[in-house]
């Protein structure tokens, strides 16, 4: 998936016709300080995803006795906010535009349609009827 995003990006530095021309990913990689906020929540999901699994199951578990709910209940609440999975917003890896976003390819439909169009995204066709 990062080797799609980093080919998008080498085509999108060379385009300068292509919409959200001005938010291009030179300096530090992201568009603007909300994608860098996205991808720090995306991060911090993906490290606790495993631990914060199994302290859920021992919360929502109704066999296990109170107390020991009671525990889970204060270990799943020493993680950091951001950590959720709920905090994530799904934003364009171009332009960072929180809406219309075509999730299998995580882009926005503006840019996507221009690369659609231009035969940048494999796999994707026109319709045509008749």
């Known amino acids: 998936m990062n080797l799609n995003i980093s080919i ?5 530095l060379k385009s300068q016709s292509i919409a959200g021309v001005g938010y291009q990913q030179v300096r530090n990689k992201w ?3 909300l994608m860098i906020r996205d991808v720090k929540r995306r991060r911090l999901s993906a490290e ?13 578990n109704d066999i296990l006795p109170v107390e020991i709910r009671e ?3 204060k270990q799943i609440n020493q993680f950091e906010w951001n950590a959720t999975p709920m905090r994530i917003n799904n934003r364009c890896v171009i332009t960072s535009r929180p809406r219309g976003i075509v999730k299998e390819w995580r882009m926005s439909r503006i840019v ?12 994707v066709q026109r319709a045509m009827w008749g």
Do not use: C, M, P
Not at 8 to 12: A, N, Q, V
Not at 48 to 60: P, Q, S
Not at 112 to 123: C, E, M, Q
């Open 8 to 12: 998008l990006g080498k085509f999108i």
């Open 31 to 33: 568009a603007n300080w």
């Open 48 to 60: 606790n995803f495993l631990e914060r699994t199994r302290v859920n199951a021992l919360r929502k």
């Open 71 to 73: 525990i889970a209940d």
């Open 112 to 123: 996507w349609r221009h690369l659609a169009d231009y035969n940048k995204l494999s796999g």
